[in-house]
Structure formats: structure tokens, C-alpha cells
């Protein structure tokens, strides 16, 4: 009886370890997408980007840190200093205003503070 239920079981192991088609060997592998979360921040932008490495002065490194923690405590949303670039730089780039004959850094912020409105 023991034989019988050995052979039973080597009959078993020979079955699945048959090898496979040659079809089957070339085909390709889908791989299935886990639902697992991967580490870090998910992904939230909707367009190529490029990260890219920029000086600021510590003045305005306090700004937005403070600007984001504002923002924070008001809402309960968390904005990065990444996020609040990209807004600034977008509302320029839609206000249609021409920074093309400034020359400085202090031209250009007089050119957005007068078409902000706010001009010292």
C-alpha cells in the first residue's frame, strides 16, 4: 500500500514538473500590477517634468516655508515648496506680462509688483 501511494505521488510530481511548450516558452510574461502602495509620495503630476536644482536666498526658503505652514493650518492642505514655485511661476506665465526688456532680478520684480499693483 505504501508503494502504491509513493508511486502516486512521483506520478504527481512528474506531471507538474513536465516542461512547458515551446509556445509557451517564448510568449510573454504579464506580469500583474500589484496593489501593493510602493514607497514614496504618489505620483502627481500630469505632464513631463524635469527636476532641476535652484539657489534661493534663506529669506525665501522662510517665505514658503511659512507660506506652505499657513496654508496648512488654514485648510489642513500640505503644499511643498515645489508646489508653490510651480503656482507662482504658472500665475506669471499667465498674466501675460513682459519680462522680456527686464535686465536684473530688480527688474523683474518691478515688473510683476506694478502689475500686481503693488509698486513701491
Avoid at 508503494?3 to 512521483?10: D, F, K, N, W, Y
Avoid at 525665501?60 to 485648510?75: G, T
Avoid at 515645489?82 to 526688456?101: K, N, V
Amino acid at each position: 500500500m505504501a508503494r502504491a501511494v509513493g508511486e502516486i505521488l512521483m506520478a504527481q510530481r512528474r506531471k507538474s514538473n513536465a516542461p512547458k511548450a515551446h509556445a509557451d516558452i517564448f510568449s510573454p510574461t504579464a506580469r500583474k500590477r500589484s496593489l501593493k502602495r510602493r514607497p514614496g509620495r504618489p505620483p502627481v503630476h500630469d505632464e513631463a517634468w524635469t527636476k532641476v536644482t535652484v539657489v534661493l536666498f534663506n529669506r525665501q526658503i522662510v517665505f514658503l516655508d511659512r507660506l506652505a505652514a499657513n496654508i496648512r493650518a488654514q485648510s489642513g492642505a500640505a503644499i511643498s515648496r515645489a508646489q508653490l514655485i510651480r503656482a507662482l511661476l504658472d500665475a506669471a506665465s499667465d498674466a501675460d506680462i513682459d519680462l522680456t526688456a527686464a535686465t536684473s532680478e530688480a527688474d523683474l520684480k518691478a515688473t510683476i509688483l506694478a502689475r500686481l499693483g503693488r509698486y513701491r
